[in-house]
């Protein structure tokens, strides 16, 4: 996705001893800085040492941002902005997105000097929202809502938590009379909200209101208004909807079986709902779940452990489908 930049960003000398960070970010810190730098350190450490953010170096990590604690932000982003300028000097007129990606990589490189034990699971995690940040873009499951944001603002009172709730229920069967009457306005208003707030999502080119409205679709269940409403389920739906949210396995292979299912010209959620009784609003709220728990997380080896295996599911059900449909079209053309 980035370009990646000509010169070696890490540098040549193994030997090097990992610099501090305070002389890194400001090249005239004192021993006195570096001492009191060094006790804050043992502090943070100290207090975040049973919070599962942590190297075996002993350094902790912030949930939020992903940075190390023996360190600041703004240390960080001074020595980021020196290395960037350094290399805009080298360079004939960088546009925006050079700079841009010639951050992130800098970025990057920077934080593995200054974790040098970090897993590749603590690495993902700043990656992704160093990344997105520098884009300017949202992040799913860390983004905040901000009622200063003019793109949230309730439209005819409705805000984004009823109407992510809302288009929930309704992908699971519910009305929109019901979801009319239980947010206590007229149904053309519930429309035109509808309708608004899709803009809304279209205009913002940050994402923040689409990364808004997929967490608290999945959240529709909480609800003070809506969470109770729900369409007629079979006992054996219920009991697949049960187990879809409880085994990451069965989860996987439904979505292999969708995506062969839209391959082979069915509607792929209508296929579900047929033989699982798992309507689509449902199934999204189990996806979000998972999608949440993968982003805190963030495990390389279990990400592709899953994702492999979907794409095994993926291709069984496809050979389904294709014996369902007599084979498929090049089955018979011999070269």
Request: hydrophobic content about 35%; aromatic content about 12%.
């Amino acid at each position: 996705m980035f370009k990646k930049l000509l010169k070696d960003l890490l540098g040549n000398d193994e030997e090097k001893k990992e610099p501090q960070p305070s002389a890194n970010a400001a090249n005239n810190a004192t021993a006195h800085n570096q001492h009191e730098a060094e006790e804050e350190e043992e502090e943070e450490e100290e207090e975040y040492e049973d919070n599962g953010y942590g190297d075996d170096d002993g350094n902790a990590y912030d949930p939020q941002t992903h940075h190390g604690l023996h360190y600041t932000q703004a240390q960080f982003d001074a020595e980021v902005d020196r290395r960037v300028n350094e290399w805009k000097a080298d360079e004939e007129d960088p546009d925006d997105a050079d700079i841009r990606n010639a951050k992130i990589n800098f970025g990057n490189s920077l934080y593995r000097e200054w974790n040098r034990n970090v897993s590749e699971s603590q690495y993902m995690k700043f990656n992704q929202q160093y990344g997105s940040t520098a884009l300017g873009y949202a992040v799913f499951g860390s983004t905040k809502h901000d009622a200063a944001n003019p793109l949230l603002e309730p439209i005819h009172g409705i805000t984004l938590q009823d109407y992510a709730a809302a288009s929930s229920k309704m992908a699971s069967g519910v009305g929109a009379n019901q979801i009319a009457k239980a947010l206590g306005v007229e149904q053309p208003v519930w429309e035109e909200a509808s309708t608004l707030w899709i803009s809304r999502m279209q205009q913002d080119n940050t994402f923040t209101v689409t990364n808004l409205f997929g967490t608290y679709f999945g959240e529709s269940a909480q609800h003070p208004k809506l969470g109770g409403l729900a369409a007629a389920q079979s006992e054996s739906g219920k009991a697949n909807l049960e187990k879809l949210a409880t085994d990451r396995y069965f989860y996987e292979e439904l979505c292999g079986a969708r995506q062969a299912a839209y391959e082979y010209g069915l509607d792929g959620a209508q296929w579900i709902m047929e033989n699982y009784g798992i309507a689509l609003g449902d199934f999204q709220n189990v996806a979000v779940k998972y999608m949440t728990e993968r982003n805190a997380e963030w495990n390389s080896n279990e990400i592709m452990h899953f994702q492999n295996y979907q794409e095994q599911k993926q291709k069984e059900y496809a050979a389904k489908f294709a014996a369902e449909q007599g084979g498929n079209v090049a089955d018979d053309v011999e070269f």
